[in-house]
Structures are given as C-alpha cells and as structure tokens.
C-alpha cells in the first residue's frame, strides 16, 4: 500500500470508494489524457467522473480563470452584482427552451436538486415526489430521499414522500422482450396506478435522470417521458430533469438529454462538467417557479466570480467548437464498435449509450448474473493499458465511460482498442 493511500485510509471516511487495488494519484493532465504520480499516462475516459468536460490545461479556461484572479476578487456574495452570474445565466435560459426561464447558481448537482425540490414542494404546496427506480440524486436528505439505489442509501429519513416509477428498467422480467412502445405503455399504466393508488392529494412534481449515471447509463427508450408528461401535465405535477451528467451536450444527440425525449421540462438542474472541474451545480425554472417562494435565499459561494468565470468559459468553448457534433461522431464510433465486439465476448451483458456517454454491462457468462468482479477485473486491465473508465450499475458491474467531450477521431479509436483488448483479456481468462 503506498504512503498516501495509506495516509487517506487513516483519515478520510471509508465509504469514500476509491478506484483500483491501488488507487492513483494524478499529478498532471492535457488535452484528454492525465499523468499520475509514477509518471504513468492515462487517455482519460471517465473525466473526474464527467466533470472535466472539455479536456485538462484548457487556455481558454485557465486564462478566463487567471484574469477573475487577476481583479483581486474570488468572492462578493450576491448581495452585489455579479457579471459573471448574469452572462451565464444568460445563456443558460436561452439554451433550456424553458419559458421565461430564470437560473440560480450553487456549488454541486446535490444542493440544485434540493433547490429544485424545494420549488416544486414551494409551488405545489405538496411534498409528494415521484422519483425513477435505480436513480441518484445526490447526498444530501432530500437528494437522498429521491435516490432510488441501495449503495447509496445510508437511510431511509427522508423530509419528502417518495414514489418511485418504473421506465429505465427493462431488464425485469415482467419487461423483458417489450418493444420500446409496448415497455412504454405498461410504464404509463403504472405510473397511473401510482397516481390511482398511493397519493394523496397533489404530487408536486417528478424528478429523473434522462440517462441514469450512478445507474449505469441505464436509460428509458427515447419517448417515455414525453408520455409521462402528458399524465403529468394533466395534474398539474411538474417534471424536473436532472442534467447533472446529461448536460451540454454530452449524448450528441440532444444539448440536454431531455431533449431527447422531445420535452421541455419545468426545471433543469446542472452541474459537475459546466465548469470543466470549478465547482458550480444549478437551476434553471420557469420563471414563476423561481420567483415563488416569498422567504429570502441564497448560496454563499454559489456562483462565485472564479467559477463564472470558468463556466462561461467552458460553455463558450463547448458551443464555438460545437462539441455536441463532435459528441455524436465520436461516440458513436466507440458504441457501434463496442456492439460489433459483444456477440463473440460472452461476459458483456449489454452495450448502451448516446454520444460520449456509454457503458459495457459485465454478466458472469454462466449464469447471466451481474459480476462486479469481472467489471473490477477490466478496470484493472485498462489501467495497465493506460485508460481511465467508470464503474457504476445497481451491482457495481457496469462499466461506464464518459470522456471529454472534445475527444479526437484518434483517440476514440484508440481508447476503444484498448477496452476491446481488455474485454477480450478478461474473457478469455473467465472462459478458459
Ligand atoms: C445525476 C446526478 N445528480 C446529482 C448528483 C450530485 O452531484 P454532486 O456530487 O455535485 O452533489 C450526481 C453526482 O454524481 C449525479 O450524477
């Protein structure tokens, strides 16, 4: 065990899931690829988990960064203005398609889903929530509360009532061989029934993730949530669409995955990659959603003018480069290559995903059930190799991968040469 390893293992808490037998450091990184701390070099496929949205050392970044630091202000509160919050959510709304859209800045995709709850439950004057199975929503009470995974429920205290939905799970049984508008019309009847069944009175609104990330990339077939909200819209129940991992473009199909689905939702809520690695979430509403609650709020660092000053940077770069086409070219290489190698790999369960988010799930080749050793075995293969994947999954057994999104043609084929030679690696050891 190395010194820092066992350093952290003394003083951080041990639900903090550190990656390989021997977990890095990393020291340095440009363009796509990252250094660790024994000089090793990784083509990065996970990104700070989806975070360092446009690559490491980025110019345009930094300098916007070293010109904020450069004024002598890190910080005002918004007690005064802030250009940088204004720009941002500027462009913000104008992006969501969402009516008189309105946008308020925090430091993480946990405190915007709080935010957004906290409209919801504000302007339907209800604290019912529907929530989707397999989901994560964050850390905190509320966020956990409509957290539909084991792993990451410590408890069950919750200050909402939660419902939750089928539509990214159709590997159940009861599912399992429905087409996409067969799978859709049971989830429709039984979101309902729920509503027939188990609510009183009004629900304040339903949230969902439009691919599912702690989930596995497990996503309901495009459609299921314009039906939802069809139902939904009938009651009043208002939809929020957490776009923590969706985001900007990364599914390059879509700028939010949402969009996918052909909804415009009440709310979104974003964070993780629109800073490429400076620390802001948020929300944008409908304006009347956002103006609804009469007390007085705030977020201390929340928008901070560093922050803002990255994020509009990143954003900037994202649209001028037009990342989301670039999203879809290269992810699409990747997953139509992952699909032409799973037939003859009996350990891959299923390949998924949209553009620059997708995921291998790992099955023991016996029995069909998930296998997290096999999914540890191929992280450890690829980080011999030199590249950085995810794990995720209700069963820690799906590989996910979502690198940044300004990923070359060269290296997508080359990060997908290199999962394809672990794949096979891996399954020749399980088979023989
Ligand atoms: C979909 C989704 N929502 C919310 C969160 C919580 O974000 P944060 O870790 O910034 O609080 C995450 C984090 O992984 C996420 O994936």
Known sequence: MSDLFARHRAVMPNWLALYYNEPIEIVGGKGNRVVDASGKSYLDFFA????NMIGYDVPEVREAVERQLATGVVHTSTVYLLRGQVELAEKIARLSGIENAKVFFTNSGTEANETAL???TYARRSDQVLAMRQSYHGRSFGAISVTSNRSWKNNSLSPLNVHFLHGADRHLTQFRGLSDADYIAACVDDLRHVLATSVGGDVAALIAEPIQGVGGFSMAPDGLFAAYKEVLDAEGVLFISDEVQ???GRTGSAFFGIQNHGVTPDMMTFAKGLGNGFAVGGVVARGDLMDGPHAAGLATFGGNPISMAAANATLDYVLDHDLQANAARTGALIIDGLRQAAPRLPIVGDVRGKGLMFAVELV??????PSPAIAARFMEETKKAGLLAGKGGLYGNV????????????EAAEGLGIIVNALETVNAEVTS
């Not at 700070?48 to 975070?51: N, Y």
């Not at 023991?364 to 059930?369: E, F, L, R, S, V």
């Not at 590989?399 to 070359?408: C, E, H, I, K």
């Open 246 to 248: 969706t985001g900007w």
């Open 48 to 51: 700070g988990i989806l975070t």
């Open 399 to 410: 590989l996910r991968m979502a690198p940044p999104l300004t990923l070359t043609q060269d």
């Open 118 to 120: 906290l409209l919801a």
């Open 364 to 369: 023991d080749p016996a029995t069909g059930a």
